[in-house]
């Protein structure tokens, strides 16, 4: 594994991250109130647009000049994660396997900066960062040898 570009590809997911988790908190909350999955299905599809730009022009620096293949191999692995690893998690971590959510909550509830954020905000945002974690491994491997090979 080339350590540098894991480095670019979490520097890169971070950016995406702060895309996803902005747009999925706007739809949750304010105006919006979505339920968590369908805000889940709007943030993420943003976050794929500049994702897809970013990892292309930047982490894998593919110049391969067909962008059809590109796109639809990394739709597939995207919306498979996006859509399907991350809707699981966010399921299983939100009504099955709980207690490392709890947990985490509680400790997260005792710091500074998060005693004014109410333990809903905390849980919602808490199963979306597992979820995150999850697709982020299956998109590396699959963007690395599947979609941008060098």
Request: glycine share 6%.
């Amino acid at each position: 594994m080339d350590i540098g570009q894991f480095l670019l590809f979490c520097f890169v997911g971070v950016l995406n991250t702060l895309v996803d988790y902005s747009a999925y908190n706007a739809l949750t909350g304010g105006p919006f109130k979505w339920k968590r999955i369908p805000a889940n299905i709007g943030s993420t599809t943003a976050a794929m647009i500049f994702s897809f730009l970013a990892n292309r022009n930047f982490v894998f620096q593919s110049e391969a000049p067909d962008l059809v293949f590109p796109v639809i191999k990394f739709l597939w692995v995207t919306v498979v994660s996006a859509y399907l690893i991350q809707n699981i998690i966010i399921y299983l971590t939100s009504t099955v396997i709980t207690g490392p959510g709890r947990l985490l909550q509680q400790l997260l509830s005792n710091l500074p900066f998060l005693k004014k954020q109410s333990s809903e905000f905390l849980e919602k945002n808490i199963v979306k960062t597992f979820a995150v974690s999850g697709g982020m491994f299956w998109n590396y491997f699959w963007y690395k040898f599947h979609v941008f090979p060098a």
